[in-house]
């Protein structure tokens, strides 16, 4: 028997142990899969989380990644407001998990019930969510009709506490999105119906929020608490990529980065402009 074919045969016994080996590379820790399934397609996910720091990757080595992705960024000289979600969030930043393409499945209850809504109002919501798709994300949204496949629950509610038009609520395991919910309201607070065009853009509000982003203080953005925007902008999309681009974790230096200062309190504006709040 050749050496050459003793090779071949040694690479395909790696390759053929893979699976069974990459786990006990991740170290002490536990693993949780979740199966997912519309229709014909089924997605594995599987988040992996460490015992021994509760979960939350704020070690020596994490930071080090952190900075150096940081270090990279930088040099590329990305224009983004990541650092009002990094204020925000006291630099832990949150996210979906991701390995490969991430779909986030999302079931939008029937609304027909609900004051001032409108049959129309239910592809403004999916137009909205669709508008984060030339970010690149890792993560797409999928719709789906069984509300028990889905990772959220999107519902529409009549009105929400002035001045706000859309909440979002994402559970989170330390710093991993898991799930959530979102209410879009059909009404202001004195109960005048919303437009079609403020239903598509509080839905892209909250879509944001669902991937993890904050408010901004940056008034052009979609992501701003009193938003005129009508697509995400540029800065968005490129703070939504980053956001997906920096290690899992706490993003200071040393295990610690220094505070930032907070992002300026928006003062509210009267005119063309959907508000929309959410809770982390």
Do not use: C
Not at 50 to 69: M, N, T, V
């Amino acid at each position: 028997m050749s050496r050459s074919f003793l090779r071949w045969l040694l690479v395909v016994a790696v390759l053929l142990a893979l699976p069974l080996i990459k786990p006990l590379l991740r170290g002490p820790g536990m693993t949780i899969t979740r199966r997912l399934s519309a229709g014909t397609v089924t997605v594995d996910t599987t988040i992996t989380t460490d015992r021994a720091s509760g979960g939350l990757p704020d070690s020596a080595e994490a930071a080090a990644r952190s900075d150096s992705a940081w270090g990279r960024i930088i040099a590329d000289g990305a224009d983004t407001w990541i650092d009002d979600v990094i204020a925000e969030g006291d630099s832990l930043l949150h996210r979906w998990p991701v390995d490969g393409t991430r779909l986030v499945r999302l079931w939008l209850a029937d609304g027909r019930d609900v004051p001032n809504w409108d049959a129309g109002f239910p592809a403004a919501v999916e137009d909205g969510f669709d508008a984060w798709t030339p970010a690149r994300l890792p993560v797409r949204f999928l719709f789906v009709a069984d509300s028990s496949a889905s990772d959220v629950v999107v519902r529409f509610v009549h009105q929400l506490q002035a001045p706000a038009v859309g909440l979002t609520n994402a559970r989170a395991m330390n710093d991993t999105i898991v799930a959530g919910t979102i209410s879009i309201a059909t009404s202001r607070s004195d109960a005048s119906p919303l437009a079609m065009h403020d239903i598509r853009r509080t839905a892209m509000h909250e879509a944001g929020h669902l991937l993890g982003l904050t408010h901004t203080s940056d008034s052009t953005s979609i992501m701003a608490p009193l938003s005129r925007a009508n697509e995400p902008t540029p800065r968005d999309l490129a703070t939504a990529a980053l956001l997906y681009r920096l290690p899992f974790g706490s993003v200071r230096a040393g295990g610690r980065r220094p505070p930032l200062e907070p992002p300026p309190t928006v003062t509210p504006v009267r005119g063309d402009s959907t508000p929309a709040t959410s809770s982390p």
